[in-house]
């Protein structure tokens, strides 16, 4: 195989995964230092992609592809998009911080558990990067298996069962796109998907129009459980609360991405018509799921809770911004991902951070910490003003560019969406009153301290992203628009061929 | 109709072809004369004496191979597809003998008879996967079944292990009693035992013997169905592989099991292969019952063995899927997933036969609370076992069932491989709750007192991990050759 900056980036975190097993495991120390360096250079070797990937040219880059089995033929075929590309650094740079931020209150295992983040990694990136479906299904599964030892051993009270339901819910889901990826090859004599798309475009592959919807289904709802859509998100209140800190942020800021990421990358090029025949009923799904959750994180007296359901909420965004059909909604989309990727994980840093002083999640428990911890509260509150969408943070340009798509679709969408910022305006303002403002009492004044500088190295970087990404998207938006624009020209052009319900030549006489 | 084949004595050719039995039995005689010269002494022996017999078997069956072709008048047929398996049964012997060291040596029982008759019931295993003939098929079935009939009740102060062994045997019996009818109504119908003639016959005649041939057909698949205890014939497998000492419970749930899967593909998919058609609901139905009810009875069972004993059954499920996709792929997809199977079942067994201690006390999942930390090693490997058995990727378990799902969906059985796959979903929660146990609770009573691993006992549980691991990365290896018998198997 060819050593490229690519296969790196991937196979670091694997590398430092095996390594990591055979680390003492009397001293925890080495373990969290050993993490933080391979995350560490992880990170700047993904920044190298930067410099490797051409963001005027669009499409895939810096690809391998490697045979791995004969047959059938699978092979290990990789790449990175102006999409992706932006996925595998938001997890490579949530890596380091999800070690730092772990550093203290992971006492227990620590060995294992830092092993464990770093196959997490390396699925996560796998997912992004994977070209082969098959390929990218092993991906998927293997980013299961770290997540659920992490909530299930390092969580709370009712990781157990958290941990298993996480486990269920995705493996129920997954298994039915594993029928319909093997369905595919079954009809394509290939797993790549670069060949797939290219078949369906040529007129080579066809599937008919009940075909497509089922394979269409079987890939939605494994993804759709993933990002989670409504109402299939029961999973993820239970996931996020029982994690610990660093599997909140992994999950939130990477997990769910996934999800959005395979509706993106392939439901849409792959089942373009089964896909728009849909976009109504998700979208309302997606509608629904915006309020739902604002509405539910409102009452949530836990932090970490309210956390949870906002992303639902956002994440309702993020499909509505796809459905939209729009090239807008889908720019909006993917930046929508990436934002949430940051504040949301942000907040968790800060929900943990403030978990390991006080040692509670209820919002009760707290009250004037921003008396008792300045700097922390500071943070905190750009982060909340990001997470609601102000103008100049990273959350507005994802919102706007959504809502501008989803009223080009429709604009009653966009009317109802626009209720989910209003609401999750309520909900994070009222969060950060009642947990910062007012008279500390004694457990917050005697117990929460302000930033430590291991913990401002994990925030500063976030909050450097939010001011970024809301000062001047033109630094991430140009490659994604690239991608979204071909996904929106693959979705739209290939609709005839794909759909066997006019015979071809009457498709050809109607061009 | 006369007899076509008849016995003139044999030559040397012959002699080759049916080497790997000749080195069982042999050694397996052996064993029992030295009993009472070595006995007590050295017990250890036996299990040396039993691992050089098994991989000289597998040379043997290497060898066989390379002289490949039929023997003694076309009652054996020595090709890839027999080879592979008579290699798949003697890898199970090999992976049954490593970790019962130290289970005889606990429970103080005999080694000589323990190995003879191991050996014994895999040389007729490998005499089934090599036989081209009805009437080798029921001896090869027979030799395996009553040693394993002896096997199953080998403690025999052990109630439990009495229970099993009757259970067994007397169940079993009365299953290779259809078998052996279903061979005298083929021979009534045909007058040949041998199975390519046979083939010949229902393929000329068109409907050769008719309903008959068709009885015929479905008294074998009681048999054979219940060797491989597919639903509706696995009422004996949760007690037998409970009550059966556990590293004759990974013998069976592996090795009879590839043996008689075998025998299943042989008949059905040569013999029997122009009467296709009217067995293919029979199997559709065996199919998803013996998933559904393995995995769904599985979901209650505290019992470790018993877990593992309905999880076997459903494994058996997803087995019959590929034999009813009814293609190359299909018989490619049964040899791969056994050869998987083998390694992560009889992985997962030794595991178990470990924490289980002296006198098998400790078989309840409660006895794995926190044996990630009191033996973290022993967990990995059965934590690689169990995602293995769930079909997560890259373990070998996933790659079996994608391809029995894929040779399933390549014959257009569309409603069968989602439920598959569904089954296969709720398969998870059960084998979850034994990784919850290990990793998620804190140690218990019970798993501080497991003995330490012997470094023996690591390559017992090293061989199988390696196996699992290796044929999910490069399934190739053993995916090709399958392959290229299974195209061979006409």
């Known amino acids: 195989m060819t050593v490229t900056l690519l296969t790196v980036v991937l196979f670091l975190p694997l590398a430092g995964f095996l390594a990591a097993l055979f680390l003492p495991r009397r001293s925890p120390d080495a373990s969290r230092r050993f993490a933080l360096a391979v995350s560490l250079v992880t990170f700047l070797a993904s920044l190298g992609l930067l410099a490797w990937f051409d963001r005027g040219a669009g499409g895939e880059q810096l690809s391998t592809d490697v045979p791995w089995i004969a047959s059938p033929n699978i092979h290990f075929a990789i790449s990175v998009n102006g999409v992706s590309l932006w996925l595998v650094l938001l997890s490579t740079l949530l890596a380091p911080i999800c070690v730092l931020i772990s550093w203290r209150s992971i006492r227990t295992r620590a060995k294992e558990f830092y092993a464990f983040l770093l196959l997490l990694e390396f699925g996560l990136i796998g997912v992004f990067l994977a070209q082969d479906l098959f390929l990218f299904y092993v991906f998927w599964e293997v980013s299961l298996v770290p997540m659920y030892f992490l909530i299930g051993i390092w969580g709370h009270d009712r990781r157990i069962y958290a941990a298993v339901k996480f486990f269920l819910y995705t493996m129920a889901g997954s298994v039915l796109m594993l029928a319909a990826i093997v369905y595919l090859y ?61 599997g909140s942020v992994m999950l939130a800021s990477v997990m769910l991405k996934m999800g959005a990421y395979g509706i993106l990358h392939f439901c849409l090029p792959l089942f373009p018509s089964a896909a728009r025949q849909s976009a109504g009923w998700i979208a309302t799904l997606a509608i629904v799921g915006i309020i739902y959750g604002a509405l539910v994180a409102m009452v949530q007296p836990n932090m970490k809770k309210l ?10 965004f993020v499909v509505l911004g796809i459905f939209s059909f729009t090239q807008q909604g889908l720019d909006g989309a993917v930046y929508q991902m990436l934002n949430h990727g940051i504040s949301t994980g942000a907040l968790f840093v800060f929900v943990g951070l403030l978990y390991e002083r006080r040692h509670s999640l209820e919002i009760a428990d707290y009250g004037g910490v921003a008396t008792a911890a300045p700097w922390l509260s500071t943070a905190f509150l750009v982060t909340t003003l990001a997470s609601i969408g102000l103008p100049a943070l990273n959350n507005f340009v994802g919102e706007f560019l959504v809502l501008q798509g989803a009223a080009a679709a429709h604009f009653k969408w966009a009317v109802w969406a626009s209720l989910g910022v209003i609401l999750s305006a309520c909900y994070m303002l009222w969060l950060y009153q009642r947990v910062f403002y007012g008279v500390a ?49 693959q979705s739209d052009v290939n609709v005839p061929y794909r759909v066997e319900t006019r015979p071809r030549a009457e498709v050809a006489r109607a061009r | 109709m006369p007899v076509d084949i008849v016995m003139t004595g044999f030559t040397g050719g012959d002699l080759v072809r049916f080497l790997p039995e000749i080195v069982l039995t042999a050694m397996g005689t052996l064993l029992m004369v030295l009993d009472p010269l070595l006995g007590k002494r050295r017990p250890a022996a036996f299990g040396h004496l039993s691992l050089a017999a098994l991989v000289a078997g597998i040379a043997g069956a290497a060898l066989a191979y390379m002289h490949g072709g039929l023997a003694f008048g076309g009652m054996l047929r020595v090709d890839a597809f027999a080879t592979f398996f008579r290699v798949l049964v003697m890898g199970v012997g090999i992976l049954t003998v490593l970790p019962s060291y130290s289970f005889l040596k606990r429970q103080q029982a005999e080694a000589g008879e323990f190995h003879a008759l191991l050996l014994f019931s895999i040389a007729g295993q490998s005499m089934m996967a090599a036989a081209n003939d009805l009437i080798v098929i029921f001896i090869g079935l027979e030799i395996s079944s009553i040693a394993s009939y002896v096997l199953a009740g080998y403690l ?6 009495n229970e099993a062994a009757l259970k067994y045997f007397l169940l079993g019996s009365f299953a290779t009693a259809f078998f052996l009818y279903g061979v005298a109504v083929v021979y009534g119908c045909t007058g040949t035992v041998n199975l390519t003639t046979v083939r010949a016959l229902l393929a000329t005649s068109g409907s050769a013997g008719g309903t008959l041939m068709g009885a015929a057909a479905a008294l074998m698949f009681v048999g054979l169905g219940f060797k491989v205890s597919a639903a509706p014939f696995q009422m004996w497998a949760p007690d037998v592989y409970q009550g059966a000492p556990t590293p004759v419970s990974a013998f069976l749930s592996a090795g009879p099991k590839a043996a008689a899967f075998a025998v299943f593909l042989r008949i059905f998919m040569t013999a029997f292969a122009p009467l296709g058609r009217a067995w293919e609901p029979l199997m559709w139905m065996a199919a998803l019952a013996s998933m559904t009810i393995g995995n769904f009875a599985a979901l209650r069972q505290t019992n470790l063995k018993r877990m593992l004993a309905y999880s076997s059954i459903a494994h058996a499920g997803y087995v019959l899927v590929a034999l009813r996709a009814r293609s190359e792929a299909g018989v490619a997809a049964t040899m791969f997933y056994l050869a998987v199977y083998a390694f992560m079942n009889i992985g997962a067994f030794a595991v178990v036969s470990h924490i289980s201690g002296r006198g098998e006390r400790r078989q309840s999942i409660d006895d794995l609370a926190g044996l990630g930390q009191t033996q973290p090693f022993t967990a990995a490997m059965l934590g690689i076992f169990l995602l293995s058995l769930i079909g997560v ?48 609770r804190d140690p218990a009573d019970g798993t501080a007192a497991v003995e330490p691993l012997t470094p023996a006992f690591r390559v017992a549980l090293i061989l199988p991990a ?5 044929l999910g990365l490069v399934p190739s290896w053993v995916l090709d050759f399958a392959s290229k018998s299974a195209a061979l198997l006409k």
């Open chain 1, 441 to 489: 009492g004694d457990e917050v004044r005697s117990r929460v301290s302000d930033l430590r500088p291991r913990e401002w190295a994990a925030v500063i970087p976030l909050l450097i992203m939010m001011v970024w990404m809301g000062v001047y998207s033109q630094s991430f938006l140009p490659p994604v628009g690239k991608v979204t624009a071909q996904v929106l020209a």
């Open chain 2, 156 to 161: 025999r102060d052990d109630r439990r292990s």
């Open chain 1, 186 to 246: 079954i009809h394509a004599h290939t797993f790549s998907y670069a060949a797939i798309l290219n078949q369906l475009s040529s007129g080579e592959l066809r599937l008919g129009a009940e075909e497509q919807m089922l394979l269409f289904l079987g890939f939605f709802v494994a993804f759709a459980i993933k990002v989670p859509l409504f109402p299939l998100h029961t999973w993820l209140p239970d996931a996020h609360v029982e994690a610990p800190v660093a």
């Open chain 2, 393 to 440: 990727p890259p373990a070998a378990g996933f790659f079996g069932k994608f391809y029995i799902f894929k040779a399933a969906l390549e014959s257009h059985l569309v409603w069968l491989t989602v439920l598959g796959l569904l089954n296969s979903a709720v398969a998870a929660y059960y084998y979850l709750r034994l990784l919850v146990a290990m990793y998620f």
């Open chain 2, 466 to 470: 390696v196996g699992t691991l290796a």
């Open chain 1, 307 to 316: 956390v949870a359901y906002s992303s639902v909420s956002h994440l309702g």
